[in-house]
């Protein structure tokens, strides 16, 4: 059975500070995806990480995928209160009933106070 | 396009009842998923779909049913409903092409009581 586990699940940080959060999984895959999701509302697709060594960037965030460690980053530079919102990975596998299922952290939910 | 729909957005019903969910998606996308998200837990798979008329379970299946008779459509029955089954429910689809990115939908949010 995948497992994913993101770390931390809260956290509060200030304006102007950085940040990493953790994703860790148990089992080979070489795909992982981050998302955002504000409270109240769906899932928005953030990084698709489709190999050892990918690294995606976008505004303040960056994301990482070490497949041998089975470990992604989200890295949050100097936050701003807009970044506050929950983050999820999600492990990409194939089950042996021939399909791709994603396998989803907890999630970490960030709060950015000024 | 409209991506990932959901019907309805919100939903009371009380235990024992019936409804069915559904989740229309126009980007011809061949994998769609049901999940549930309850605090602290994530998100869930309930089934899945590989195709046209194909399903599958995921990791809580209990309780659902699911139907996939056009490609487009994936729908989420709850033959008698518990108060277990409140949560919020999205749907998702996926293309194994390009760049596998999963789209999700608005979201349902079921209350039983």
């Known amino acids: 059975e995948l497992k994913v586990e993101q770390n931390p699940l809260f956290l509060s940080m200030q304006e102007g500070k950085n940040y990493t959060i953790y994703c860790n999984y148990s089992?080979?895959?070489?795909?992982l995806y981050w998302y955002r999701q504000d409270p109240g509302k769906s899932l928005e697709s953030l990084f698709v990480l489709l190999s050892n060594g990918a690294v995606k960037q976008e505004g303040r965030l960056m994301a990482s995928l070490d497949t041998k460690a089975r470990l992604s980053t989200l890295h949050i530079t100097a936050a701003v209160h807009d970044l506050s919102a929950t983050y999820f990975c999600a492990v990409d596998f194939f089950s042996g009933a021939g399909s791709y299922q994603l396998t989803f952290g907890k999630g970490t939910k960030l709060s950015v106070i000024p | 396009n409209a991506g990932v729909t959901q019907t309805p957005k919100f939903r009371v019903l009380k235990t024992g009842q019936s409804m069915t969910l559904l989740c229309a998606q126009d980007m011809n996308h061949e994998y769609m998923y049901w999940y549930r998200q309850d605090p602290g837990m994530g998100l869930r798979l309930i089934h899945y779909?590989?195709?046209?008329?194909?399903?599958a379970k995921g990791e809580v299946p209990d309780g659902y049913n699911v139907s996939r008779l056009k490609k487009q459509n994936f729908l989420l029955g709850l033959e008698s409903a518990a108060p277990s089954q409140t949560s919020v429910y999205f749907c998702a689809s996926r293309t194994l092409r390009k760049r596998n990115e999963q789209f999700f939908g608005p979201g349902t949010r079921l209350t039983v009581l």
């Open positions: 779909s590989v195709g046209e008329g194909t399903t």
């Open positions: 089992t080979t895959s070489d795909r």
